[in-house]
């Protein structure tokens, strides 16, 4: 076999991200550290650039024996998984700046890690989900321990990292399995041989499950979440809650539909669980938090509950749900985090979200729209997030699971409580100290999210119909 | 007897008789010794069987990253084995138990094994004359180069982690610099300084 160099078109993206990272290490690492800047700057653009050459590339086409796939539906959630990446790293460059953590490694290791993401979303084989899987976790571990000096920085980095290795075992166990009872590691050729379920089978399958649940932290694998969320530095974590949940979402909702769709009945049940489980511990357990970021963990792992919804229908409806819900959810992460990451005073940085008190007297553009993400996260219509629970949640009622939505409905009301006391802190109580001003990229993030959220209900119809359009392409 | 089963024997029994000295000599860096001679043992031992490139990783892997890393940490960690293996008579009968237990459970499946009809055919060599280095090289660089691309990114990735994790750059450390030393000259090298007479510096 003979691979020209043309043939590599599809890959470009990816390829485009592999030589700037190496390039960019290289300029780091000759020119020391007055070069993070320039460093930060182009790590951006090649974040650009790989999105422009994604939604210019070809639409389908298959590569390296079925090992990487590009379809509407990859190339729909390397959209999402870019946007995340650059829109939090353009949020990171002046907190970091700010805080003394600026080093040229980090957008070296986060253009890394998207690169592993997009390998990831584009896998058709086993192998190269693994790989795509470890490339994007590897340099996560690292950049959670980012601030190494702090001890609930590297306490975070160790944790995930451990905890990390365990999932990636499990899910290799499950890959062996799988590959050991069907006699494949190609998505299309497993889907041929899982006619019938076997013991093997579902054995693998649960472990595979298992591993993937981690990366998207989905109960009961989600333990790792909060600690990590509480103790990497803010920019790091809205990275975290942003590109690498929609890349291992798409891998998820991939597997499932490409690799065991013969066998849907059989871990349907999984996700349902996984699902009810999410939905309910991202509702009750953020009851009692006080500080922000340990909130927005609980608030990841519901909303990971309520995407997983989709998937469990199992149709093509679900698919669009899940990827409609993965959109919507980004837009509002990077919004919240945005927030966050202004959080800042004279003395510091604070972390908890009583210090948003009176905020609609003393900024009251940030807080109008800091109130309408949070409307949103907790799904109140007509908002964006209402939009995105309104087609998971109606893909289920058609796919027969009623249950499943009527506790998916019911946990998101428990939810409202805590987004909805947010807002009354910021709307009704008496004003703290005013914060710093905003920065410009984090204030730039908030009004597109801000809006974005507000007034997806007028014009939903183009993300409606690509996401479609993408979950057409897995059926 | 011929001469492979007589190679055979001598690799298999210096293999076990190594294996059990790593765990029953009181010395660690012994331990590791007597490890990096089983693995050379056994990868004499899959030379014996045609499997020429699992022995090469064997030798390169194990003896040369593995073990040595292993002696790296004995030598450098400060761990009192002596006091590790208190108790080690006490738990003797519970340990043989288990173990019993284990070799039991091992003869059970091992005893009871049948590989299925085409397994053992499936085991030969992909084309004749090819060595299995060739072997896997051509399939590596070929149909398996994204995966090894992949790989080698992963590793880069691992590497700047631990860089950017421990690396700490001391500040007032003289470092030497040959070119600096080579262009010295006499105006930088010597001061003069006028001495006041009865005074001292």
């Given at each position: 076999m003979t691979l020209s160099l043309a043939a590599l078109g599809p890959a470009l993206p990816e390829l485009l991200l592999a030589l700037s990272a190496l390039a960019l290490l290289m300029l780091g690492a000759f020119a020391g550290p007055k070069s993070t800047d320039t460093v930060n700057g182009l790590a951006l653009a090649a974040l650009f650039g790989a999105l422009v050459l994604?939604?210019?590339?070809?639409?389908?086409?298959?590569?390296?024996?079925?090992?990487?796939?590009?379809?509407?539906?990859?190339?729909?959630?390397?959209?999402?998984?870019?946007?995340?990446?650059?829109?939090?790293?353009?949020?990171?460059?002046?907190?970091?700046?700010?805080?003394?953590?600026?080093?040229?490694?980090?957008?070296?290791?986060?253009?890394?890690?998207?690169?592993?993401?997009?390998?990831?979303?584009?896998?058709?084989?086993?192998?190269?989900?693994?790989?795509?899987?470890?490339?994007?976790?590897?340099?996560?571990?690292?950049?959670?321990?980012?601030?190494?000096d702090s001890v609930r920085s590297t306490e975070a980095g160790l944790k995930y990292f451990v905890l990390?290795?365990?999932?990636?075992?499990?899910?290799?166990?499950?890959?062996?399995?799988?590959?050991?009872?069907?006699?494949?590691?190609?998505?299309?050729?497993?889907?041929?041989?899982?006619?019938?379920?076997?013991?093997?089978?579902?054995?693998?399958?649960?472990?595979?499950?298992?591993?993937?649940?981690?990366?998207?932290?989905?109960?009961?694998?989600?333990?790792w979440t909060p600690d990590v969320y509480e103790g990497a530095p803010a920019p790091v974590t809205a990275f975290f809650a942003s590109a690498p949940k929609v890349a291992a979402m798409a891998v998820f909702v991939r597997f499932a539909m490409e690799a065991l769709p013969n066998v849907a009945h059989q871990?349907?049940?999984?996700?349902?669980?996984?699902?009810?489980?999410?939905?309910?511990?991202?509702?009750?357990?953020?009851?009692?938090?006080?500080?922000?970021?340990?909130?927005?963990?609980?608030?990841?792992?519901?909303h990971m509950g309520f995407?997983?919804?989709?998937?469990?229908?199992?149709?093509?409806?679900?698919?669009?749900?899940?990827?409609?819900?993965?959109?919507?959810?980004?837009?509002?992460?990077?919004?919240?985090?945005?927030?966050i990451l202004s959080m800042r005073r004279k003395d510091g940085m604070v972390e908890s979200y009583d210090e948003l008190a009176g905020l609609a007297r003393t900024s009251p553009v940030k807080a109008f729209m800091l109130a309408v993400l949070m409307f949103s996260l907790a799904g109140i219509p007509p908002l964006a997030g209402f939009l995105a629970k309104y087609y998971v949640f109606l893909a289920a009622i058609e796919a027969g699971l009623y249950t499943l939505a009527v506790i998916g409905v019911l946990t998101s009301v428990v939810g409202a409580f805590y987004y909805l006391r947010i807002v009354k802190i910021m709307y009704f109580d008496e004003p703290a100290a005013a914060f710093e001003p905003m920065r410009s990229e984090p204030r730039v993030v908030l009004a597109i999210s801000g809006t974005f959220t507000l007034l997806f209900f007028v014009y939903p119809a183009p993300l409606i119909a690509a996401a479609a359009a993408a979950a057409r392409a897995l059926f | 007897m011929s001469l492979a089963a007589l190679f055979f024997y001598l690799f298999a029994g210096v293999a076990v008789a190594s294996a059990f000295m790593v765990i029953a000599s009181r010395n660690p860096v012994h331990s590791v010794l007597f490890l990096i001679l089983t693995f050379v043992n056994a990868s004499g031992l899959f030379i014996l069987i045609g499997a020429e490139y699992i022995a090469m990783l064997l030798i390169v892997v194990y003896v040369g990253a593995v073990a040595v890393l292993f002696l790296f940490v004995v030598m450098m960690l400060d761990v009192d084995f002596v006091e590790l293996r208190q108790g080690f008579l006490q738990y003797l009968p519970v340990g043989v138990l288990i173990g019993m237990v284990f070799l039991a459970e091992l003869v059970l499946v091992v005893g009871s094994w049948t590989f299925g009809a085409g397994v053992t055919g499936a085991v030969t060599s992909a084309a004749p004359g090819v060595s299995n280095a060739v072997a896997?090289?051509?399939?590596?660089?070929?149909?398996?180069?994204?995966?090894?691309?992949?790989?080698?990114?992963?590793?880069?990735?691992?590497?700047?982690?631990?860089?950017?994790?421990?690396?700490?750059?001391k500040e007032n450390v003289k470092r030497q610099s040959i070119p600096v030393q080579n262009a010295r000259t006499k105006a930088m090298a010597i001061d003069v300084v006028k001495v006041p007479s009865g005074k001292g510096l």
């Open positions: 994604v939604l210019i590339g070809p639409a389908e086409a298959t590569l390296f024996n079925g090992a990487f796939q590009v379809d509407a539906f990859g190339r729909f959630m390397k959209v999402l998984a870019l946007i995340g990446a650059g829109g939090t790293l353009a949020m990171s460059v002046d907190w970091l700046k700010i805080e003394k953590q600026d080093r040229f490694e980090y957008p070296v290791l986060v253009l890394l890690s998207t690169l592993g993401m997009m390998v990831l979303i584009s896998a058709g084989d086993l192998i190269a989900l693994y790989m795509g899987l470890e490339m994007m976790s590897l340099a996560l571990y690292v950049i959670a321990a980012n601030n190494r990390g290795a365990l999932s990636s075992g499990m899910l290799l166990y499950g890959a062996s399995l799988i590959y050991g009872f069907t006699g494949s590691v190609n998505f299309a050729q497993i889907a041929q041989a899982a006619r019938e379920p076997s013991l093997g089978l579902i054995f693998g399958i649960v472990f595979t499950f298992a591993g993937l649940c981690f990366k998207v932290s989905a109960v009961p694998f989600h333990m871990w349907q049940q999984i996700i349902v669980f996984v699902s009810i489980a999410s939905m309910a511990l991202g509702s009750f357990a953020a009851i009692g938090q006080r500080n922000f970021k340990r909130l927005m963990a609980y608030s990841s792992i519901g995407a997983l919804v989709g998937l469990a229908a199992g149709t093509q409806q679900g698919v669009q749900g899940v990827l409609v819900y993965m959109a919507v959810y980004l837009v509002m992460t990077l919004g919240t985090f945005a927030c | 896997i090289g051509r399939v590596l660089y070929t149909d398996y180069v994204y995966f090894f691309q992949a790989a080698g990114f992963i590793l880069l990735v691992a590497m700047i982690g631990a860089i950017v994790l421990t690396l700490r750059h």
